[in-house]
T-cell receptor
Framework: AQSVAQPEDQVNVAEGNPLTVKCTYS??????LFWYVQYPNRGLQFLLK??????LVKGSYGFEAEFNKSQTSFHLKKPSALVSDSALYFC??????????????FGRGTSLIVHP | DAGVTQSPTHLIKTRGQQVTLRCSPK?????VSWYQQALGQGPQFIFQ???????QRGNFPDRFSGHQFPNYSSELNVNALLLGDSALYLC?????????????FGPGTRLTVL
């Protein structure tokens, strides 16, 4: 079974400050991990993914995420937040093992609010 | 490239009615997945179609059914609508050739059941 948790419903940060959106996961084997962003009344947009290799993954719009296998975490980060980053962020996991699902499991989402 | 497109954008139905939602995948993609997103929740997987067959299904009743056409486009049908079916319905496409491919999402269809 695969699952993902986003422990914070909302994250508030001032513009220009660094931001972190947390995600932890559980899989039987090794994971594929994804971050998506959703703006109001829109579909999800892909930000970045971890497949294998370097634990620090860089993605769109200056976002990056760090894979930590021992802590089963994949936190989303950005060095300097913009007001336009305000949106809903979803972490997703997919078990890459032989019995793994074709389908990623999504977290409940974290609302990021960047204050001017 | 138009990306993933969905129609209609919005839909209002009454309880007991039936609805059909449509999705055209991103060019080059052969796999279509459907999700239900209730307000304030993450997307919940309904089912996935590949090679015109339902490959995997989430925990949704048989009132939810689908179809994939030879051109890879897809339909989601919901019968006997309930108030609880009100949600944003998202279609996502991907290419099955690589197992770690991300999904590309359409803008969704907002279904309101009165």
């Amino acid at each position: 079974a695969q699952s993902v948790a986003q422990p914070e419903d909302q994250v508030n940060v001032a513009e220009g400050n660094p931001l972190t959106v947390k995600c932890t996961y559980s899989v039987s084997g090794n994971p594929y991990l994804f971050w998506y962003v959703q703006y109001p009344n829109r579909g999800l947009q892909f930000l970045l993914k971890y497949i294998t290799g370097d634990n620090l993954v860089k993605g769109s719009y200056g976002f990056e995420a760090e894979f930590n296998k021992s802590q089963t975490s994949f936190h989303l980060k950005k060095p300097s937040a913009l007001v336009s980053d305000s949106a809903l962020y979803f972490c997703a996991v997919r078990d890459r093992g032989a019995g793994g699902s074709y389908i990623p499991t999504f977290g409940r989402g974290t609302s990021l609010i960047v204050h001017p | 490239d138009a990306g993933v497109t969905q129609s209609p954008t919005h839909l209002i139905k009454t309880r007991g009615q039936q609805v059909t939602l449509r999705c055209s995948p991103k060019s080059g993609h052969d796999t279509v997945s459907w999700y239900q997103q209730a307000l304030g929740q993450g997307p919940q997987f309904i089912f996935q179609y590949y090679e015109e067959e339902e490959r995997q299904r989430g925990n949704f009743p048989d009132r939810f059914s689908g179809h994939q056409f030879p051109n890879y486009s897809s339909e989601l049908n919901v019968n006997a609508l309930l108030l609880g079916d009100s949600a944003l319905y998202l279609c996502a496409s991907s290419w099955d050739g690589v197992s770690y491919n991300e999904q590309f999402f359409g803008p969704g269809t907002r279904l309101t059941v009165l």
